[in-house]
């Protein structure tokens, strides 16, 4: 319990930070929401009273304190643009982000695997040397160039996939395998490292002294140990990914926060800019307690009370 109550102590001041850094970043932008909204025939006396209707003229740290104040009571807002509740607008993107979050995460976790695997029992071959080699490429690969190339493949030139859309799963594949690839490359040389790591350890000689065949070795002894590693990884992906998805769910159209999120962008609606980034940092917070949370169920010789 007093675990949980530290963490939870300093995921407020985490979220706290990032709804002042966000403001600051906002408040600091060259553009004029005011002038989105009125156009730009507006007279400066209706630019005047949109903002003050919208609180803008007043100064920073008071439109800060009073977001704070609304955010501590559920309310993240209103849209400048659409006159609808930022809450609203998010809890309407949520699930298909979520949908996408999760095809994400489960290709990059078990590509990771597969190809961290195959590297670590390959140590210094060439088989290991071109598959640090893809995962270096996929983890900088820009998302934009991943998309777009996965897009013509898939989709124009075999024709398996549809070229986008929010539907089942052959509009799911596509993003979800973008993001897998471009994601794997971390568990991949995470996982490698670990497993050799594991691999020289004393209880390993011992399995292989008894006669233990390599895939038991591997899959009851080396494996369970080198993932640990990986879960906190996972929790973050969870916070990451929901922030993440402004250009993949672009590319492929799908209706999530992450193009939501790009919109506001475009249209400087900073009550969902802000709602959708303290959305994601909540995300990448909880996400992180489930994952010290389950690595002691996983693993019972790590005493969370020592953390």
């Not at 539907?167 to 799911?172: D, E, T």
Request: net charge neutral; glycine share 8%; with cysteine.
């Amino acid at each position: 319990m007093l675990f949980i109550s530290r963490r939870l102590l300093h995921a407020f001041f985490i979220l706290l930070g990032v709804t002042l850094i966000s403001y600051v970043l906002l408040f600091m932008l060259p553009a004029d929401p005011v002038r989105q909204i009125a156009g730009r025939s507006a007279t400066p006396e209706v630019v005047a009273s949109i903002r003050h209707q919208l609180g803008l003229d007043q100064p920073f740290f008071q439109q800060y304190f009073n977001y704070l104040i609304r955010l501590l009571q559920g309310d993240l807002g209103r849209s400048y643009l659409q006159r609808t509740e930022v809450s609203e607008l998010i809890s309407s993107r949520i699930m298909p982000s979520l949908q996408l979050m999760a095809a994400g995460i489960a290709c990059e976790v078990l590509i990771g695997l597969v190809l961290g695997t195959l590297a670590a029992v390959n140590r210094d071959k060439a088989i290991d040397k071109f598959l640090m080699a893809i995962s270096f490429i996929g983890v900088s690969a820009p998302q934009f160039i991943a998309a777009m190339l996965f897009l013509y493949v898939f989709a124009v030139v075999l024709d398996w996939f549809p070229m986008g859309g929010y539907g089942g799963f052959s509009h799911l594949a596509l993003p979800a395998l973008t993001l897998g690839v471009l994601g794997s490359g971390w568990y991949s040389r995470m996982l490698r490292s670990v497993m050799i790591e594991v691999l020289h350890e004393d209880y390993i000689r011992t399995a292989r002294a008894k006669g233990l065949s390599r895939t038991h070795i591997l899959l009851r002894h080396v494996l369970p140990n080198a993932v640990l590693p990986l879960i906190p990884m996972i929790g973050i992906d969870i916070g990451v990914f929901l922030g993440g998805l402004v250009v993949v769910e672009s590319v492929f159209g799908w209706p999530g926060i992450g193009q939501l999120a790009w919109q506001a962008i475009q249209q400087v609606d900073i009550p969902v800019i802000v709602g959708v980034t303290t959305v994601c940092a909540v995300a990448i917070v909880i996400g992180n307690l489930v994952a010290d949370l389950v690595l002691p169920w996983i693993d019972p010789r790590i005493d969370i009370k020592k953390q």
